[in-house]
């Protein structure tokens, strides 16, 4: 049979991948790329088709490997900047969203295109230069606004994402996209009733096309509320339109997971992997079920079964953790690298990581003798691994004073204890089955009041986190970084008159500067080792902080201190603040602004000491002990 020219390829490759046979697609494409390697068109088109299979490596590195001697135009390098941005390369989609533009200097769509990539790199400062300009030139324009939405709602100012976003859908009224992020956004906020009437109003006017991913939403907001059968009716529906949707599948099994039912886990697992075989969460929420059960190989079994190929950086974490659990620390390293950890020190740093947890046997404790294992407990973590915020890096160095016994970070899905930190809305959205310990830990912000049988409550950090749940009234009060007193040595000289603890998103603000020039005062950045910041807390007279665990390091040692607004930056609008003040029975406690270095005066610093009380501070720490689970 004679083989087939390069015409004739391409016609069957465009035909597949209308046909949606993307594996067929490639397969033509490739052949025809090997007759003609220079023809930019086919290689593009094989990156689209890579990137329908979900193979963006295979991608990138056709996009990466185009010869040199092959003259790109603007078509060209917009086409291949859009494909790198799919391929969630957002580096080199922004170099060819760049050299696009030397074609067409000033254009909005690459600007704000360009933009998008900042923004997916973080680098909000840049994005927010760009879009700025763009809405100051195109006021009815709504993608500057979308973005500058996205920037806040990253940031944590919830409110202004809001306003941005709002003044968006007001340009493009009717956008289900726009909408769709809207009703997202007002759940972000707690504001439920209202996200559920904005996704319920979308549905009555959506087409096919956006129908399932507005149900499986609505169901998201369900599943926040505990109204499970709502969210099972909405996920319900969603299949009726797509019976292969693996979201809705897991969305189905969360349910159970919340309900701490097992059996259900298991079951929606199975019919799930029916339609969709070997998808790899649902895989592994079968088994999670199998492991709460004691089926500990069949577990193992059914992890080892998934395509680690198609596994994400987070699954991977987990599934790992199941492998070094049972001592298959080849199998850790292997589903590790398949998840893109592909250099030697990446691999063996996350694998580090996990050895240094272990997957929770979801067994009765007195059986497996837990207790006498490390302690398993989940604190925030930056994504970025060299930040080490002070008020969560205590939670292990306390809790190991005081247990005698090792502590170890675990997921939250893993986790047996919450302690320090603004952590219960993650526990409360979390797909965690089992219950949990709850030890001094707080809400970040204000919102609906929760029923969540999961949350073991011994002690909560103030009193408006514990009116946000349905909990004895009687339990304990106070934020366990009042015993940090307990990692300090000795009560060291003091040689500071004040000394200003800013929250980490306020370590670059102006101000700062002028205070680190005299003397009098010291900077002390909440990125100090945990024994180091609180050795330089005690060295001073005062502290000003825009950190909660300054204002609680500076109590614990009994060093006078007032809440510090530098910024905006710091989420929550003061509720984490209030709440833990109102721990020591005080209200309504303003922040101060600070001033410049040079008009503040002795007599202003002595006044904070004056005002300063903190009389039920041995009460509270009485309570913290006393209502330790550990």
Excluded at 253 to 266: G, K, T
Aim: proline share 3%; hydrophobic share 40%; net charge negative.
């Amino acid at each position: 049979m004679a083989a087939l020219s390069f015409d004739k390829l391409l016609i069957l490759a465009r035909a597949a991948m209308q046909d949606r046979q993307y594996s067929i697609a490639v397969n033509h494409y490739r052949k025809a790329l090997e007759l003609c390697k220079e023809t930019i068109d086919t290689r593009l088109e094989l990156a689209d088709g890579y990137l329908h299979l979900d193979d963006r490596e295979s991608a990138i590195a056709i996009l990466n490997d185009i010869p040199g001697q092959i003259l790109l135009n603007y078509e060209n390098h917009y086409k291949i900047a859009q494909l790198f941005h799919r391929s969630h390369d957002h580096k080199s989609a922004l170099d060819h969203y760049r050299q696009a533009l030397e074609y067409k200097p000033g254009n909005r769509s690459i600007l704000a295109s360009m933009a998008l990539q900042y923004i997916k790199l973080k680098e909000h400062n840049d994005a927010k230069n760009i879009l700025n300009k763009l809405r100051d030139r195109y006021p009815d324009w709504d993608r500057p606004y979308d973005y500058l939405s996205q920037i806040c709602k990253a940031e944590g100012k919830l409110n202004e994402a809001f306003d941005y976003l709002a003044t968006a859908l007001s340009i493009q009224n009717g956008n289900v996209q726009l909408a769709m992020r809207m009703a997202s956004l007002l759940r972000d906020m707690d504001r439920l009733d209202e996200a559920i009437d904005a996704y319920s109003a979308l549905l009555a006017k959506s087409s096919d096309l956006h129908r399932v991913s507005i149900l499986i939403a609505l169901a998201d907001v369900h599943l926040v509320r505990k109204d499970w059968g709502l969210a099972n009716n909405c996920l319900t529906m969603a299949l009726s339109y797509d019976i292969h949707n693996a979201d809705a599948y897991i969305k189905l099994i969360d349910i159970a997971v919340q309900r701490c039912d097992a059996h259900e886990v298991i079951a929606q697992a199975k019919i799930a992997l029916n339609r969709i075989p070997g998808e790899p969460h649902i895989t592994y929420k079968l088994a999670i079920g199998l492991l709460s059960l004691g089926y500990y190989q069949d577990a193992v079994n059914c992890v080892h079964s998934i395509d680690f190929d198609k596994v994400i950086e987070a699954l991977a974490y987990s599934i790992a953790h199941l492998f070094v659990q049972a001592e298959l620390l080849e199998s850790a390293s292997a589903v590790l690298m398949a998840a893109k950890f592909r250099s030697e020190a990446d691999r063996l740093t996350a694998l580090n990581n996990v050895e240094s947890s272990s997957l929770t046997l979801h067994i009765n404790k007195k059986n497996i003798g837990i207790r006498n294992h490390p302690l398993r407990v989940y604190w925030w973590r930056h994504s970025r691994q060299e930040i080490k915020n002070f008020g969560d890096e205590l939670n292990p160095i306390i809790i190991e004073r005081i247990s005698g016994k090792k502590v170890i970070w675990s997921p939250l899905e893993e986790c047996e204890i919450v302690a320090i930190g603004s952590i219960l809305q993650q526990v409360f959205r979390s797909c965690r089955m089992y219950p949990v310990d709850v030890w001094g830990s707080g809400f970040l912000s204000s919102g609906e009041s929760v029923h969540d049988p999961r949350l073991v409550c011994h002690s909560l950090r103030g009193p408006l986190t514990a009116a946000r749940i349905d909990c004895d009234q009687s339990v304990a009060l106070g934020d366990p970084g009042l015993l940090c007193n307990l990692l300090l040595e000795r009560n060291p000289q003091k040689t500071t008159a004040l000394g200003i603890v800013p929250h980490y998103y306020d370590l670059r603000h102006p101000l700062l500067e002028e205070y680190s020039q005299d003397r009098k005062y010291k900077i002390i950045s909440p990125l100090l080792p945990v024994c180091e910041f609180i050795s330089a807390v005690a060295e001073c007279e005062v502290i000003l902080s825009s950190a909660l665990h300054g204002l609680i390091t500076a109590d614990a040692l009994g060093i006078p201190n007032r809440w510090l607004k530098l910024s905006d930056l710091v989420v929550g609008d003061g509720f984490k603040f209030n709440d833990y003040f109102m721990s020591f029975g005080l209200n309504a406690v303003r922040h101060d602004e600070l001033p410049h270095a040079s008009v503040l005066t002795t007599k202003k610093i002595m006044s904070i000491a004056d005002n300063y009380n903190r009389n039920q501070l041995d009460v509270i720490r009485e309570g913290l002990l006393r209502s330790i689970p550990f």
